[in-house]
T-cell receptor
Framework: GAVVSQHPSRVICKSGTSVKIECRSLDFQATTMFWYRQFPKQSLMLMATSNEGSKATYEQGVEKDKFLINHASLTLSTLTVTSAHPEDSSFYIC??????????????FGDGTRLSIL | KQEVTQIPAALSVPEGENLVLNCSFT??????LQWFRQDPGKGLTSLLL?????REQTSGRLNASLDKSSGRSTLYIAASQPGDSATYLCAVYALNYGGATNKLIFGTGTLLAVQP
């Protein structure tokens, strides 16, 4: 089945550091990738929709200058948390939809990145 | 605003029991509904996807139903096993919600523990 690889799986760093998370579709091309954030014991909240070759669409309340998204190819999207602070600590999960996939096709999810800011 | 709710929030059952997880959504304008499994500290595994025109889908011991008009879905797990222990999330793919891009809206999840 379709595989989405997310790297790194865990990051621990000091406050003020910028952290980049990569999301790759391994066996399919994805024009659209999604970035979610999940707090402990809570559900997933969509942060932004990443479209290959164009600017990402951010959800209300998500700072685009804080969470930089780049989708340079059909198999790679990156999320950079700039100048991270303890309140940015969370579980970040990416998802991708096949190039030929329509709304009736499932999204495939990565294994997530646990970000801890000290 | 589309809201997705899951009941119960947590469930503990002995091995071998059949169980039902519930999902409700407030706006029936959806493309489809998906059920996912999430193990601790992990991403999501898609279990079943039901199109808006469908009533149910089955995969192995899992059966999911959809009643779009009433805004409800159920996930039935037969003969539960300790390996079924995980958080189960339902999500609806909303139609052009609020003028924004169609997107997957997740429920609050049900934490399932199957006791050996």
């Amino acid at each position: 089945g379709a595989v989405v690889s997310q790297h790194p799986s865990r990051v621990i760093c000091k406050s003020g550091t910028s952290v980049k998370i990569e999301c790759r579709s391994l066996d399919f091309q994805a024009t659209t990738m999604f970035w979610y954030r999940q707090f402990p014991k809570q559900s997933l909240m969509l942060m932004a929709t990443s479209n290959e070759g164009s600017k990402a669409t951010y959800e209300q309340g998500v700072e685009k200058d804080k969470f930089l998204i780049n989708h340079a190819s059909l198999t790679l999207s990156t999320l950079t948390v700039t100048s991270a602070h303890p309140e940015d600590s969370s579980f970040y999960i990416c998802s991708a939809r096949d190039l030929n996939g329509h709304s009736n096709q499932p999204q495939h999810f990565g294994d997530g990145t646990r970000l801890s800011i000290l | 605003k589309q809201e997705v709710t899951q009941i119960p929030a947590a469930l503990s059952v002995p091995e071998g029991e059949n169980l039902v997880l519930n999902c409700s959504f407030t706006d029936s304008a959806i493309y489809n509904l998906q059920w996912f499994r999430q193990d601790p500290g992990k991403g999501l595994t898609s279990l079943l996807l039901i199109q808006s025109s469908q009533r149910e889908q089955t995969s192995g011991r899992l059966n999911a139903s959809l009643d779009k008009s009433s805004g409800r879905s159920t996930l039935y797990i037969a003969a539960s096993q300790p390996g079924d222990s995980a958080t189960y999330l339902c999500a609806v793919y909303a139609l052009n919600y609020g003028g924004a891009t169609n997107k997957l809206i997740f429920g609050t999840g049900t934490l399932l523990a199957v006791q050996p």
